[in-house]
Nanobody
């Protein structure tokens, strides 16, 4: 069983930066694709960024490209999401997820097998 645990959310002001962490544990988890998503009230879960399966190539949603950056520390099996120039519309619950099996749709929530509990990010104006 793979466990995924996010941390680092909080309340910030518009224009601030915040870094989220996602630690994955469990057999084989180091080979999984790891992705970040968010969900605002009344909206669908939105893909933000991901590393593919056994890959160092980062994938980004157009909506956050150039402002959010994903990175990983393989020694710690941890993935990070650096969020810069935050806006009030970035307010949401942020989720980390792990995917065991290759999929053509790395940005689809249905491609992921394990999810963290989510961490709240609130950006005040």
């Amino acid at each position: 069983q793979v466990q995924v645990v996010e941390s680092g959310g909080g309340l910030v002001q518009a224009g601030d930066s915040l870094r989220l962490s996602c630690a994955a544990s469990g057999r084989g988890s180091s080979t999984y694709a790891m992705g970040w998503f968010r969900q605002a009230p009344g909206k669908e879960r939105e893909f933000l960024a991901a590393f593919g399966w056994r890959s160092i190539i980062a994938h980004y949603a157009d909506s956050v490209k150039g402002r959010f950056f994903i990175s990983r520390d393989n020694a710690k099996n941890t993935v990070y999401l650096q969020m810069n120039s935050l806006k009030p519309e970035d307010t949401a619950i942020y989720y980390c997820a792990a995917s065991r099996t290759y999929s053509d749709e790395i940005g689809s929530p249905t491609s992921y097998d394990y999810w963290g509990q989510g961490t709240q990010v609130t950006v005040s104006s």
